[in-house]
């Protein structure tokens, strides 16, 4: 019969789930024997110092020509800067045959390279950048002259020994660097995010971090830079480790009432006590998930949508915003006959503006497409702004399937200023005829009159109703991710279920907390046991 085995190592004989089926070792087994299955065991991708064990491996799958699999090729390399003609790459390197990289491919300036040395060459002093030339490992060739850093392990980004070869961006150089180093034993090209990915099992970073350092690269604004750099720094993480902690010091007091009881060996009123704490837990989670996704709003960008009748300005005001010909301007009624959406950078804040086709009564069915479409947009966005001419505002115009999209939080810019007399704006208020919109502008996108005054006000209203300061500080949004916010939701279901309960229902209050304080570690990866163990230890006086 065959037993599943609980694991590999490789100092262990393969151990079966059901010892009392288990044959004891022969004493008579022969240290050779042992030493064959020692060598034959496959070692951790991680453990550096089980390096040793996979050598005999290595060397006889170099003598048979064979590849080495994945776990003999724990070395990655990669290029850490975009493609392309630049004036500097950088190419990195991680892992174990990162002292073997350095010996075979990196020769100082001015020194000869022997080709026959060994991977023990002395390395360079960590963190400090040298001059050195590229050379290929096999004939000495030099591929390029640049500057190399070594950074020791577990001193570094991935914890492993890291290599940056920082060359000249020309792609025949790199790629004759990349190809050298796939010739050295134990390195492989690294998989998207793989350098990352090791720093996280390595825990240099928590998965907050490991999102905030993705978003940072893909920030486009000073707000989202901000965020990010937060995120990536370890702030969000901070956050979630109070939460989690607080959940867990609740936890605690209700496993210590399940193990002791209230009365001599413990203190009274531990339930009120954790109910309360948990009380407030519910209270501060609900404000987070009631912050109008403003976190998210401000990582992915806030949506705006750009709407109104035919020929009213809203291309216009979209070329105005691009500060470039992004939309098709004509003066016929139904030139934008689809959603058009452009990136903006408007006042530090990631703006995603839609231009939509001019709502109104049309046989085309093209254009009634569009017109769904837009209709659709409005409904979506984060933030609406409608365009309308002065001139048919004055004239009382303006058709009521428009009417009906203004709300008090739609934004109102009545263009075409240029093509009014001043003396009819003065006797005539347009704002009675949309009374029930808060922000409206008068402007001619035409000639820029007023838009400065506009720009700048729309700018004020984004980041009030955003909660956005004047810097471009923000009030530290929790929630960044859509991940986040399930997370939260769960764990105050959880906080809830445990509220509902008395404590004659203790044992399963406890494993409601304990779902909640998962739920919460799940945002960052932190989820463990032993924490609700110390607290107890800490925190309590057992037998008082």
Aim: proline content about 5%; charged content about 25%.
């Amino acid at each position: 019969m065959k037993f599943p085995a609980r694991h590999w190592s490789p100092n262990l004989i393969r151990t079966p789930l059901f010892t009392k089926h288990v044959r004891p070792i022969s004493s008579t087994t022969s240290s050779t024997r042992l030493a064959i299955q020692h060598s034959a065991l496959p070692s951790s991708p991680r453990s550096h110092s089980k390096i040793s064990t996979r050598q005999p491996t290595i060397s006889l799958r170099r003598a048979l020509h064979l590849t080495l699999s994945p776990f003999q090729r724990q070395t990655i390399y990669a290029l850490a800067t975009p493609p392309g003609k630049a004036g500097v790459a950088v190419i990195r390197v991680s892992g174990p045959a990162v002292p073997a990289v350095y010996d075979k491919i990196v020769r100082k300036v001015g020194a000869k390279k022997d080709l026959g040395s060994s991977e023990t060459a002395n390395l360079p002093k960590p963190r400090v950048m040298e001059r050195a030339e590229i050379v290929d490992p096999d004939t000495g060739e030099v591929l390029d002259d640049g500057l190399v850093v070594y950074f020791a392990a577990p001193k570094s980004f991935t914890t492993e020994h890291v290599l940056e070869l920082h060359t000249h961006s020309g792609r025949a150089i790199i790629s004759s660097i990349l190809h050298s180093l796939s010739r050295i034993t134990g390195c492989r090209p690294a998989e998207p995010g793989e350098f990352t990915r090791r720093a996280f099992e390595s825990g240099r970073l928590d998965l907050t971090q490991v999102e905030g350092l993705k978003d940072l690269i893909d920030a486009e604004t000073s707000v989202q830079r901000k965020l990010a750099l937060r995120a990536a720094g370890g702030a969000i993480r901070k956050k979630y480790d109070d939460l989690r902690e607080r959940i867990i010091y609740c936890l605690a007091m209700v496993e210590a009432i399940i193990d002791f009881g209230e009365g001599e060996e413990i203190e009274d009123g531990v339930w009120e006590k954790a109910q309360g704490k948990v009380s407030e837990l519910q209270s501060e989670i609900r404000g987070h998930l009631h912050d109008g996704r403003r976190g998210e709003i401000l990582r992915n960008g806030i949506r705006l949508a750009i709407f109104g009748p035919p020929n009213a300005g809203k291309s216009s005001l979209l070329n105005f915003l691009a500060q470039r010909e992004a939309a098709i301007v004509t003066p016929l009624p139904g030139t934008t006959r689809d959603v058009l959406e452009i990136s903006l950078d408007i006042g530090g804040m990631p703006v995603i503006v839609a231009d939509t086709a001019g709502l109104r009564k049309t046989s085309d069915l093209v254009e009634s497409i569009g017109i769904e479409r837009a209709r659709a947009a409005v409904a979506s966005a984060d933030v609406s702004l409608c365009v309308l001419s002065l001139p048919d505002v004055l004239s009382g115009s303006v058709p009521s399937s428009i009417k009906d999209l203004i709300t008090p939080d739609t934004l109102l810019l009545m263009n075409k200023t240029d093509l009014v007399d001043e003396k009819q704006t003065e006797t005539t208020d347009p704002s009675s005829a949309l009374s029930t919109s808060e922000h409206q502008w008068r402007a001619s996108v035409n000639t820029g009159t007023g838009m400065k005054s506009f720009l700048d006000d729309f700018v004020r209203v984004l980041r009030d109703r955003f909660d956005i300061s004047g810097d471009g500080e923000d009030r530290e949004p929790l929630i960044t991710q859509a991940r986040h916010r399930i997370h939260l939701e769960n764990a105050l279901q959880y906080l809830d279920a445990f509220m509902e309960m008395g404590p004659e229902n203790v044992v399963f209050a406890a494993e409601e907390l304990r779902y909640a304080a998962q739920e919460v570690g799940k945002v960052s990866g932190a989820i463990g046991v032993e924490d609700i163990l110390d607290t107890v230890f800490k925190e309590f006086c057992i037998g008082k």
